[in-house]
């Protein structure tokens, strides 16, 4: 699996989006980015995952670039409740294989 | 649809001790994931069962080990523990096919002193 590169920590005003960026440079054909995150004493919660287009679910959206060398997640109206760490990972889909391999994530804070 | 649970939620081994975790998935979901998480090493993969059979497995000693139940519920096992295995352990499921997202559990936070 591809390695990926996060800022360690990200502020951000309630109200206004967050933009998480995330660098995957060595990023195979095969490969997906995902975004997890994981509130304080919870376990990880997926958020979105992508190949090569754009994504936009409930939560989030997600924007990579045409290279696919790098990525950004947006949360387009941060809450207090969106503080947490957020992890992108990139791993090939393999029938039946479930390993998500996690960096050290950015930690991100909704300030009021 | 109830989430994945985990039990117990906390537990104190001392060293030496053996210690069995517990992971029920998702109603429907046959893919188990058991994840170790430290403050220093943070989230680290330690094996994946579908369909009772160990389909990948990270790199952590022996002394770790799993199994899945024909109904996919999962136990984990670690024997003589070190204080070193003080952690979060997490437990996710999936449905099964390598592109479905993971479904985590809240853990068990388990201490040796």
């Known amino acids: 699996d591809a390695k990926t590169t996060q800022p360690p920590s990200m502020d951000c005003a309630e109200g206004r989006a967050a933009n998480l960026p995330c660098n995957h440079s060595?990023?195979?054909?095969?490969?997906?980015v995902y975004w997890y995150r994981q509130i304080h004493s919870q376990g990880p919660q997926y958020i979105i995952h992508?190949?090569?287009n754009n994504e936009t679910n409930e939560m989030a959206s997600l924007i990579i670039t045409e290279d696919r060398k790098s990525s950004t997640l947006i949360l387009p109206h941060a809450t207090l409740r969106d503080t947490a760490v957020y992890y992108c990972?990139?791993?090939?889909?393999?029938?039946?294989?479930?390993?998500?391999?996690f960096g050290q994530g950015t930690r991100l804070t909704i300030n009021p | 649809k109830a989430g994945v649970t985990q039990t117990p939620r906390y537990l104190i081994k001392t060293r030496g001790q053996q210690v069995t975790l517990s992971c029920s998935p998702i109603?429907?979901?046959?893919?188990v994931s058991w994840y170790q998480q430290t403050p220093g090493q943070g989230l680290q993969f330690l094996f994946e069962?579908?369909?009772?059979?160990?389909?990948n497995k990270g790199n952590f000693p022996g002394r770790f080990s799993g199994r899945q139940f024909s109904n996919s519920r999962s136990e984990m096992n670690v024997s003589t523990l070190e204080l070193g295995d003080s952690a979060l352990y997490l437990c996710?499921?999936?449905f099964g096919t390598g592109l479905n997202e993971q479904f985590f559990g809240p853990g068990t936070r388990l201490t040796v002193l």
């Open positions: 060595t990023i195979s054909g095969n490969e997906y």
């Open positions: 990972i990139v791993r090939a889909i393999i029938q039946g294989a479930q390993k998500l391999v």
């Open positions: 109603s429907g979901h046959r893919s």
């Open positions: 069962y579908f369909s009772e059979t160990q389909r």
């Open positions: 996710a499921s999936s």
């Open positions: 992508g190949l090569k």
